[in-house]
C-alpha cells in the first residue's frame, strides 16, 4: 500500500514535469503524460536502475512541496542582496569547504543544487561530509558558521526528510 502511493507521487510529479513541458494541463495532455510517466518508471527501473524508485529515492510529496517553496524563498531573498551587491560596485567572493551532516548521495546532491540555484552562492564540489562553494560577500569565513548561512534550513530540511 505505501508503494502503490509511493508510485502515486512519483506519477503525479512527472505528469505535472510534462504538462508544464507542454505549457498546458488538458485533459489530453494529463492522460498522455500519466501513460509517459507510468512507461518511463517502468523501463527506467526494468533497464538503467535496475532495481525500484522506491529503494533508491524515498521522499514524501508534501515534504518536496514544502522543500521547494522554502527553496523559493531563499532564492528570492538572497536575490536581493546580489542585486545590491551589483548595482553597488561592491562584491567581494570567497571560495569555502563547508561541513555537511547529509550522506545520501541523493540528497546531497540535491542540496548542492538548491545552493547553486540560490543566487549568490554557487556549488563547486561535493564530497561526502563537504561541499565547497564559491560564495558572494562571504559574511563570515568560519566553515560552520557559513555552513549555517549557505545551507541552514534547507539541509536541516533534507535531513528531516530522509528519516521518513
Do not use: C
Not at 561592491?90 to 569547504?97: F, G, N, Q, R, Y
Amino acid at each position: 500500500r505505501i508503494r502503490s502511493a509511493y508510485y502515486i507521487q512519483i506519477y503525479l510529479i512527472f505528469t505535472l514535469y510534462w504538462a508544464s513541458l507542454f505549457e498546458s494541463f488538458s485533459l489530453e495532455i494529463l492522460a498522455t503524460g500519466i501513460a509517459v510517466s507510468a512507461i518511463s518508471v517502468y523501463l527506467s527501473e526494468k533497464h538503467v536502475i535496475h532495481g525500484t524508485y522506491y529503494d533508491l529515492y524515498n521522499f514524501n510529496i508534501l515534504h518536496l512541496t514544502l522543500y521547494f517553496l522554502v527553496l523559493l524563498k531563499e532564492i528570492y531573498l538572497s536575490s536581493f542582496s546580489v542585486m545590491i551587491s551589483v548595482i553597488s560596485g561592491k562584491a567581494e567572493i570567497s571560495v569555502i569547504s563547508i561541513p555537511t551532516e547529509i550522506s545520501d548521495d541523493f540528497r546531497l546532491s540535491i542540496l548542492a543544487n538548491s545552493i547553486t540555484l540560490t543566487p549568490g552562492t554557487i556549488t563547486m564540489d561535493m564530497k561526502k561530509g563537504s561541499l565547497t562553494v564559491l560564495w558572494l560577500n562571504p559574511q563570515n569565513d568560519d566553515p560552520l558558521i557559513a555552513g549555517e548561512i549557505i545551507k541552514g534550513r534547507l539541509e536541516r530540511m533534507l535531513k528531516e526528510g530522509n528519516d521518513e
